[in-house]
């Protein structure tokens, strides 16, 4: 049984930054949370990867211009249409919630509340954790896919990460919490391919990745195939939200490079493996109750509020 109470308990006790709040649309749009989550379920149900879609549709929306919805916008410059946003998903999710909430709250809930609230859903969904989502973010009324080159790469070194979530507000805590959330991803042959074959332009294999790994990728993932192939971040978890993934890195069976060199930074090892329940004599961190905290963290990032930004009408364009 899930903790729910401590989870409540332990999340309203967080600070918020700027004018968030929980239970922010109890009065004005009492169904809000209800139908944000009762079309997260139905989409699930039909496809359980579709949780994964929307907790990374959320990561890549606040790392840009902040948590206002500003991946959403369609146009051929937008944010969404970025090289790093090209494989996004779970937009039609977001449409499908927002047109419920406007027709029965017109002008209240905003598209960037909508995601937040999404992301959670597809948490708890995954038998992760739940928590109540700070709202009161407005959409915002910039979209330009130049703004998406802070992005996180499979390719970043720690030390590039380091910066990218530090610019964020972000610590080193919250860069390998939140990169647990690859425990339900998964990704393209393309991005880790040269794992395989050709490491840093050698004609090898990574050494890091554990022999029994490298047979299994190179057998998902052939040197000619299709690049687009999807292959699952978590080995022997994908669809579950747990700490297993962590185990994988440990264990050299990560699928990203920049996954894998998490062990490789004093810092980052020493919580990844925290993490994985492999350090004794330490206080042990819960995969599931730092989730939420670094989530809400990141959810504050840079976020327009009271009179700032708009509530779209349509998600994917400006009012």
């Known amino acids: 049984m899930k903790e729910s109470v401590f989870f409540v308990i332990l999340v309203m006790l967080l600070p918020v930054k700027g004018q968030l709040k929980t239970g922010f649309y109890s009065s004005s749009c009492p169904k809000a949370e209800d139908i944000v989550r009762s079309t997260v379920e139905s989409y699930y149900n039909k ?12 990561f890549h929306d606040c790392f840009v211009q902040g948590c206002d919805a500003s991946v959403l916008i369609k146009g051929s410059s937008a944010e969404r249409n970025a090289v790093p946003n090209q494989g996004l998903r779970g937009f039609e999710v977001i449409d499908d919630a927002k047109a419920q909430l406007e027709a029965l709250c017109p002008g209240l809930v905003s598209c960037a509340d909508i995601i937040a609230l999404a992301a959670r859903d597809s948490v708890d969904l995954s038998d992760g954790p739940s928590w109540r989502v700070p709202a009161g973010r407005r959409d915002g009324r910039i979209s330009s896919s130049s703004q998406a080159s802070n992005l996180p790469s499979p390719l970043d070194s720690i030390a590039v990460q380091r910066q990218k979530f530090a610019a964020k507000g972000l610590d080193d805590h919250d860069l390998v919490t939140l990169v647990g959330a690859h425990t339900i991803g998964q990704t393209d042959c393309l991005f880790f391919r040269y794992r395989l074959y050709n490491f840093t332009a050698t004609g090898n294999s990574d050494p890091t990745i554990s022999q029994a790994s490298l047979a299994q990728l190179q057998a998902l993932c052939p040197k000619d195939g299709d690049g687009s192939k999807r292959v699952a971040l978590d080995k022997g978890s994908q669809t579950k939200f747990d700490a ?73 364009k400006f009012n």
């Open 47 to 58: 496809d359980p990867s579709i949780a994964a879609g929307l907790l990374r549709l959320h």
């Open 244 to 316: 297993s993934f962590f185990k994988n890195v440990r264990d050299g069976n990560a699928v990203l490079e920049s996954d894998q060199r998490l062990l490789g930074d004093a810092t980052t090892s020493n919580i990844l493996q925290n993490y994985a329940g492999s350090i004794r004599g330490l206080l042990g961190f819960r995969f599931d109750l730092e989730f939420p905290k670094a989530m809400i963290k990141m959810s504050n990032i840079e976020v327009k509020t009271g009179a700032e930004g708009e509530i779209r009408k349509v998600c994917y």
